[in-house]
Each structure stands twice: as C-alpha cells, then as structure tokens.
C-alpha cells in the first residue's frame, strides 16, 4: 500500500497522470507481483484489468492535513 502526498493540485491532472502518462513510461506501474516457487516476479497486467485497478484505487480524499489523518483515512480503507 502507498500513498502520495501533494500540495495545491487538482484531483482530475493526478488522475490522467497516474491512468496515462504514468502507465506508458514505467512497465512495474502497469504490473502486479507474482509469486512461483518461492521467487516474486512482475506480471504485466491486461489493459482492462490496469483500467479496472486505476478506477478502483486512484482515489482523491479532501480534508487530510496531517499524517495522523491519513493514517485514520488509510485504516478504513
């Protein structure tokens, strides 16, 4: 699980970033981890499943200031 943290943005430009742009330069970002007999590799996920994830994960949250509540916020989810 990660999170990113960013000052003064719009959701909609982080959206496209991480849906578009991000997807097309880093092959890991489009991927999922894989475990076979006990070794972990990356399996490139089809482009409907990665559009699935993005809708399903890339979420923007207003209110969070500090890390006490992105804890909060994080534990719920």
């Known amino acids: 699980m990660a999170a990113l943290v960013v000052d003064k943005h719009d959701g909609s430009v982080l959206k ?16 999922c981890m894989v475990k076979i007999l006990d070794n972990w590799y990356f399996k490139e996920l089809p482009q409907a499943e990665f ?26 989810h």
Request: aromatic share 12%.
């Open 16 to 31: 496209e970033a991480f849906s578009k742009r991000m997807p097309k330069d880093w092959r890991r970002f489009r991927s």
């Open 51 to 76: 559009e699935r994830q993005i809708a399903d994960n890339v979420t923007y949250i207003d209110g969070v200031h500090d890390l006490d509540q992105l804890s909060d916020f994080m534990s719920k």
